[in-house]
């Protein structure tokens, strides 16, 4: 099976605010928020397809991806292309998580030029840390949020986890369809 991102559109966001995660992921929920489907349509999101085409995730760039409460404690003040990510609750917790971020991270690299990442996550979610570890980012920073602890992780160009035996091998995944 393979992955690509595409254009986001009113159908794709639709599913993506419909999505409903088990506790503690619930925090991800946006429910029929209409804020977060105008962010969706009008900023940098991305649609995540499997080869069939049926929307398996989402990703976002730049302030998008950031918190911005983290701004001023200098979260963010390092050169890098933020990303942001959401799979598809279903998907979750299967071992789909190495492909689906190693195509955000192609798909990124080519549509931004960059080769230097982080990402925001809250602190709960150890499944997506421990994924980006195996990715090669490490975490750069903390700060809370209305009661959530939250961590930026970098992935620099050349920052690899291959002495620890992680391959680095994204799979089967298309470059961006957009």
Not at 56 to 63: A, Q, R, S, W
Not at 64 to 83: C, F, K, M, V
Not at 88 to 94: D, H, I, Q, V
Not at 125 to 154: C, H
């Amino acid at each position: 099976m393979t992955y690509h991102i595409t254009a986001m559109t009113e159908a794709f966001a639709d599913q993506i605010m419909s999505w409903n995660y088990e506790p503690p992921y619930d925090f991800y929920n946006s429910g029929q928020d209409e804020e977060f489907r105008k962010e969706l349509l009008e900023c940098s999101y991305y649609a995540i397809l499997d080869d069939e085409e049926q929307l398996i995730g989402f990703c976002c760039t730049g302030p998008s991806a950031q918190i911005p409460i983290a701004i001023p404690l200098g979260a963010y003040d390092e050169d890098l292309l933020d990303i942001g990510l959401g799979m598809k609750p279903e998907l979750t917790g299967k071992g789909f998580g190495h492909k689906f971020l190693s195509c955000v991270l192609a798909s990124m690299e080519q549509l931004y030029q960059r080769e230097s990442f982080r990402l925001t996550v809250a602190r709960f979610n150890e499944r997506a840390i421990r994924l980006y570890a195996k990715l090669g980012f490490s975490e750069a920073a903390s700060f809370d949020k209305g009661g959530t602890s939250f961590i930026t992780m970098v992935k620099k160009r050349g920052a690899s986890n291959s002495k620890k035996g992680i391959s680095q091998d994204p799979g089967s995944f298309e470059t961006p369809s957009i």
